[in-house]
């Protein structure tokens, strides 16, 4: 689903990798060990820190390894850039929390007392939120981040589904790509 925004990033000189982990279903956390371990020898190819962009339940990945990452190893992660990610109200903030119940198996309440737990540790890297008051899946509100110590709020216009195609999010993710931190 991101191929048209690592494609643009490639051609402005970018070194892109996607997650190569398949769907991004199930539960989130599970896939945190095996994205970490990919980014971890990104990281190290690259010589530095990484950027991790992510769109809609991937950004809510990243923000996660980029939380599991501060409290490790501060240098592997640069910054982390989401796109129409909730990151509070949890599934009810989404118009498919139905899909997220299914694929994980957990009540609303239980994603939302870990999403609470989780939340008690801060992210360390800089995170530029990427939003759209006309989503249609997530709530524009849902992806205000008003617990972080250095995020950057971004609104576009456009659809969730759009984001991935957007000419706006292209320019707003190259910009902060190339903006020293």
Request: aromatic content about 6%; hydrophobic content about 40%; charged content about 25%.
């Amino acid at each position: 689903s991101t191929f048209l925004l690592r494609r643009f990033l490639g051609r402005i000189g970018y070194a892109v990798e996607g997650w190569g982990r398949g769907r991004n279903e199930g539960r989130m956390l599970d896939h945190l060990p095996g994205t970490m371990a990919h980014l971890e020898a990104m990281a190290e190819r690259a010589g530095r820190p990484v950027h991790i962009v992510g769109w809609s339940r991937g950004g809510t990945l990243a923000r996660e390894v980029a939380r599991e990452f501060g409290n490790r190893q501060h240098d592997l992660v640069r910054q982390v850039i989401t796109l129409g990610s909730p990151v509070r109200g949890g599934p009810g903030a989404s118009s498919i929390a139905w899909l997220a119940k299914r694929q994980t198996g957990m009540t609303v309440e239980q994603m939302n007392a870990l999403v609470e737990e989780r939340a008690r540790t801060p992210i360390t890297v800089p995170i530029t939120a990427i939003y759209s008051r006309t989503d249609g899946v997530v709530a524009w509100r849902a992806s205000i981040d008003e617990r972080s110590p250095d995020v950057e709020h971004v609104e576009v216009r456009g659809s969730h589904i759009g984001l991935g195609c957007n000419t706006e999010v292209f320019r707003e993710v190259a910009q902060r790509l190339a903006r020293p931190r």
